[in-house]
Nanobody, 125 residues
Framework: VQLQASGGGLVQIGDTLRLSCEASGRTFESSNHDVAWFRQLPGREREFLGA????????AIADSMKGRFTISRDNSKNTVYLEMNALKYEDTAVYFC?????????????????WGRGTQVTVSS
């Protein structure tokens, strides 16, 4: 499974930003996977943001992100999106997407076997 995250950048407080995670690989296509988004600050553990089941489409969002973050997928593009609204300074982080065989949209980073390179999101005033 290969994952490619993109869409990060420098934005202002209150802006909206959509990150993309393109998935590929024979393993991904042959089995159902959960695809999740995490973010990480230097010296901190990766924080779960949300996840989507690739074939079923059901989603889970971390309680702290509900109302601001939305996760979705486009099967035709093999892409999972994380839309972030009303961005805050504290949303500044490196954002990662990850995948694991479907298992109920788990939130622990250790559950996920495949990781893409992160994309930096910087929120400024």
């Amino acid at each position: 499974v290969q994952l490619q995250a993109s869409g990060g950048g420098l934005v202002q407080i209150g802006d909206t930003l959509r990150l993309s995670c393109e998935a590929s690989g024979r393993t991904f296509e042959s089995s159902n996977h959960d695809v999740a988004w995490f973010r990480q600050l230097p010296g901190r553990e990766r924080e779960f943001l949300g996840a989507v089941n690739w074939r079923g489409g059901n989603t889970a969002i971390a309680d702290s992100m509900k109302g601001r973050f939305t996760i979705s997928r486009d099967n035709s593009k093999n892409t999972v999106y994380l839309e972030m609204n009303a961005l805050k300074y504290e949303d500044t982080a490196v954002y990662f997407c990850a995948a694991a065989l479907s298992s109920g949209l788990r939130s622990r980073a250790t559950w996920y076997d495949y990781w893409g390179r992160g994309t930096q999101v910087t929120v400024s005033s």
